[in-house]
């Protein structure tokens, strides 16, 4: 069984910081790429930013020179250090990654997400 539990969401103000946690756990041989995702009500789900087992990073436009993702294999974490939020930022945030575990073939997981908001 593998999980993803993501912490560090809550409520800034425009400006403002926050930075998100994301550890993998359970019956791991390896995990490729780690991202966060974001959905707003009413809108599609997208990616806010990914990184590879490599460290190669992917950013949203959106987020480019605001927000820094990067990674800690040795605890199977990831983060996002979020910079000058703005209210469109607001959204809940979902960790994902691609593991390969014990039970199967590599594939997706899910964490549960974390409310991100952001006041004008």
């Known amino acids: 069984q593998v999980q993803l539990v993501e912490s560090g969401g809550g409520l800034v103000q425009a400006g403002g910081s926050l930075r998100l946690s994301c550890a993998a756990s359970?019956?791991?041989?390896?995990?490729?790429?780690m991202g966060w995702y974001r959905q707003a009500p009413g809108k599609q789900r997208e990616l806010v930013a990914a990184?590879?087992?490599?460290?190669?990073?992917d950013y949203a436009d959106s987020v480019k020179g605001r927000f820094t993702i990067s990674r800690d294999s040795t605890r199977n974490t990831v983060y996002l250090q979020m910079n000058s939020l703005k209210p469109e930022d607001t959204a809940v945030y979902l960790c994902?990654?691609?593991?390969?575990?014990?039970?199967?073939?590599?594939?997706?997981?899910w964490g549960q997400g974390t409310q991100v908001t952001v006041s004008a």
């Open positions: 994902y990654a691609s593991i390969k575990a014990y039970s199967g073939p590599s594939r997706g997981y």
């Open positions: 359970g019956s791991i041989v390896n995990i490729n790429t």
């Open positions: 990184i590879a087992s490599g460290a190669a990073v």
